[in-house]
T-cell receptor
Framework: DTGVSQNPRHKITKRGQNVTFRCDPI?????LYWYRQTLGQGPEFLTY????????KSRLLSDRFSAERPKGSFSTLEIQRTEQGDSAMYLC????????????FGPGTRLTVL | AQRVTQPEKLLSVFKGAPVELKCNYS??????LFWYVQYSRQRLQLLLR??SRESIKGFTADLNKGETSFHLKKPFAQEEDSAMYYC???????????????FGQGTILTVHP
């Protein structure tokens, strides 16, 4: 499968625990995006990377959230001290970064914070 | 800040009927507009983008800058069109490349037999 992959697909955790999600983009894609989607809403932008550089972060990304893309390939999104309000679907997308490019989405990681 | 509004959360039509999913946006510059679709148990995927001026699966969408709208239309709906549809907007993030997408809340389309 050459599409965007995300792991794990589901994560259940207790409030206060730390969680980390992984995204593997399409191999030749330079740009990688993270979005969050809550029930009944469209996806909301969190952050994006051009290669290993994090170019923009949403104000939705509190200090408890950190994202990395250390070698410009896969990316991780970590949430520290999870809260019930963090429960959502976390989506990753990638694009080849040439002109106006389509973003290709992964299947998402569904986080439930108890 | 840019905003995308999809006024209908639910839309039901019968097979063979015309369908129009509404999308309005607010942005003062030159955005790029997209329609994304999510079929049951599948990932979000691009349906069409305004710069392509293509018809995908019988769907078309015209960007109306005067009305700031990008409505999605299909003359004859099919049962397999039942899905969640999201309108999205992208603005220049810097230079000539486009960056983040701003999505509407989505419209669930149900096509009845």
């Amino acid at each position: 499968d050459t599409g965007v992959s995300q792991n794990p697909r589901h994560k259940i955790t207790k409030r206060g625990q730390n969680v980390t999600f992984r995204c593997d983009p399409i191999s030749e894609h330079n740009r990688l995006y993270w979005y969050r989607q809550t029930l009944g809403q469209g996806p909301e932008f969190l952050t994006y990377f051009q290669n290993e550089a994090q170019l923009e972060k949403s104000r939705l990304l509190s200090d408890r959230f950190s994202a990395e893309r250390p070698k410009g390939s896969f990316s991780t999104l970590e949430i520290q001290r999870t809260e019930q309000g963090d429960s959502a679907m976390y989506l990753c997308a990638s694009s080849p970064s040439r002109g106006t490019d389509t973003q290709y989405f992964g299947p998402g990681t569904r986080l439930t914070v108890l | 800040a840019q905003r995308v509004t999809q006024p209908e959360k639910l839309l039901s039509v019968f097979k063979g009927a015309p369908v129009e999913l509404k999308c309005n946006y607010s942005y003062s510059g030159s955005p790029e507009l997209f329609w994304y679709v999510q079929y049951s148990r599948q990932r979000l995927q691009l349906l069409l983008r305004h710069i392509s001026r293509e018809s995908i699966k019988g769907f078309t969408a015209d960007l109306n800058k005067g009305e700031t709208s990008f409505h999605l239309k299909k003359p004859f709906a099919q049962e397999e069109d039942s899905a969640m549809y999201y309108c999205a907007l992208s603005v220049p993030a810097g230079g000539t490349s486009y960056g983040k997408l701003t999505f509407g809340q989505g419209t669930i389309l149900t096509v009845h037999p």
